[in-house]
């Protein structure tokens, strides 16, 4: 996958989760996900910091502080500024090649992208099912993070990161397979209040 491609590819993850976010009501943020330690909020945290992660490590900063707000009191604002952040450090020439070592291990910056993206898709999925908002996302962009997932999750143990791959159909639509892959159980049933 050509450097192009990655960035393109993280723009219009990052585009289709702002426009998600963009839509969310104020009550609906403290709404459960299929993420079952984790509000709406939370898992936009969790974007946001995890964005803020990947510019620091490329950039060879320490990582922010995991324990901080880094939403307040607008957190779809907050998740503009990290993506816009993102996207700018990973278009400069030669970001993508760099390699960097992490807790999950050596890689270079445009496979921790491809990652970004796969993860973005499938957080997009858990905050449809949780607000009711279908994200607005391209189905061959979904087909190719869940290719790219399959190739690199085992079925063996994830280690935490991801659930045990769900059954769900193989003519079921792109990002309910994706999120099936990625431990989900689809559909997802909302816990009673």
């Not at 079925?155 to 991801?162: A, D, E």
Request: net charge negative; hydrophobic share 40%.
């Amino acid at each position: 996958m050509t450097d192009f491609v990655i960035t393109d590819d993280l723009a219009r993850a990052s585009a289709a989760m702002t426009e998600l976010l963009d839509r969310i009501a104020r009550d609906q943020w403290d709404a459960p996900t299929p993420c079952t330690e984790w509000t709406v909020r939370d898992v936009v945290g969790h974007l946001v910091g995890a964005n803020l992660g990947f510019v620091a490590m490329i950039e060879g900063d320490p990582p922010p502080d995991r324990d901080a707000d880094h939403l307040g009191d607008d957190p779809a604002e907050a998740w503009r500024r990290a993506a816009a952040a993102l996207q700018e450090v990973v278009t400069r020439p030669g970001t993508l090649d760099k390699t960097q070592e992490s807790p999950l291990g050596v890689t270079t910056a445009r496979e921790r992208m491809r990652w970004r993206i796969a993860d973005l898709l499938t957080h997009a999925w858990d905050l449809g099912q949780a607000t009711g908002i279908a994200p607005n996302l391209p189905d061959e962009l979904v087909e190719q993070a869940l290719e790219f997932a399959r190739q690199q999750l085992p079925n063996q143990s994830r280690g935490g990161r991801f659930g045990r791959p769900q059954p769900i159909d193989d003519d079921a639509p792109a990002l309910d397979r994706l999120a099936a892959f990625t431990g989900r159980r689809v559909p997802w049933t909302r816990p009673a209040p």
